[in-house]
């Protein structure tokens, strides 16, 4: 691993999601102030859902300025919006159903499309978002990630050549759990996130986190985050951080690798 990062640990899945959400409404802030607007692109799993329904509670719901708040996916399951595994769905009914951001600022990935044919909209919407020209990749002010038992974040799983993507913005795969088809952004979008923030909660991923901090060799999806010059957060609970080691307190610590 490379690049700045830094590793707070909260005492539990609580105060972790309590800390994210201040993380997103400070960021959105600061993003609003530097240039207008916030870009962020989030996740889907179990983790981040209690973050995203105390975005929509007082006092942070009507502290968010939604009205400059723009929301995108970092991955998608191919499955309708109804669909309990659907990431927007779910995140319709966590907070976006609940706060005032405008319909048109939101930009959920087309998971009711053919995957492939998914993918190349999905891209050509983030092109004229952002007004790319070739060649050129799109910078969210934040990206929210999770990370898999295996080592995947977003919907790139180990093995698999989206790993690998250098080109494309978007890409169809299968996997995960559950194993379906699914649309996510490359790393090369990922990475170039002004601010990534990992989210990762629960005893089952301390076992991963370990190998994560400490073989540098695995090259698993996860360790392939690199914040570039930017900085890279890992907000974990308590749980998940109790294979690593030192102080499991609230604290700060910057890793350089
Ligand atoms: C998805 C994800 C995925 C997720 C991790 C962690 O849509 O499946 O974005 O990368 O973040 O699998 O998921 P949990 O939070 O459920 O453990």
Same mark, same amino acid.
């Given at each position: ?6 590793i ?12 994210? !959400? ?11 102030? +530097? ?9 889907g ?26 929301? *995108?996916w970092? $991955?998608? +399951?191919c ?10 769905? &779910? ?33 050509k919407?983030?092109? $004229?978002f ?16 999770? !990370? ?15 790993v690998?993507?250098?080109? +494309? ?12 088809n ?10 170039r996130?002004?601010?990534?923030? *990992? ?6 991923? &301390? ?5 994560? *901090?400490?073989d ?9 985050i ?10 974990? $609970? ?20």
């Amino acid at each position: 691993m490379t690049g700045n990062q830094r590793i707070i640990v909260k005492e539990n899945a609580v105060m972790l999601s309590q800390k994210a !959400m201040t993380l997103f409404n400070q960021t959105a802030k600061e993003s609003i102030d +530097r240039h207008g607007r916030f870009v962020v692109a989030i996740s889907g799993g179990a983790t981040p859902r209690r973050m995203y329904r105390m975005l929509a509670e007082e006092p942070c719901g009507s502290a968010i300025p939604w009205d400059k708040t723009y929301i *995108f996916w970092v $991955d998608e +399951r191919c499955v309708p919006e109804n669909d309990p595994d659907s990431n927007y769905g &779910a995140a319709k009914k966590d907070f976006l159903n609940r706060v005032s951001v405008p319909e048109a600022q939101v930009y959920p990935m087309p998971g009711e499309l053919p995957p492939k044919q998914g993918a190349q909209t999905y891209q050509k919407a983030l092109i $004229d978002f952002f007004h790319l020209e070739d060649g050129r990749f799109p910078i969210f002010d934040l990206i929210f990630l999770g !990370m898999g038992t295996d080592g995947h974040t977003a919907s790139l799983f180990p093995g698999h050549r989206t790993v690998d993507e250098k080109e +494309r913005m978007v890409v169809a795969v299968k996997g995960g759990d559950p194993d379906v088809n699914r649309l996510t952004l490359t790393l090369p979008v990922l990475n170039r996130a002004r601010q990534i923030v *990992f989210l990762i909660s629960g005893k089952e991923k &301390a076992a991963t986190l370990k190998t994560v *901090f400490e073989d540098d060799q695995t090259r698993l999806p996860v360790q392939k985050i690199h914040a570039l010059d930017k900085e890279l957060t890992w907000l974990l $609970d308590r749980e998940a951080a109790s294979l690593l080691p030192g102080d499991r307190n609230d604290h700060r610590r910057s890793l350089l690798g």
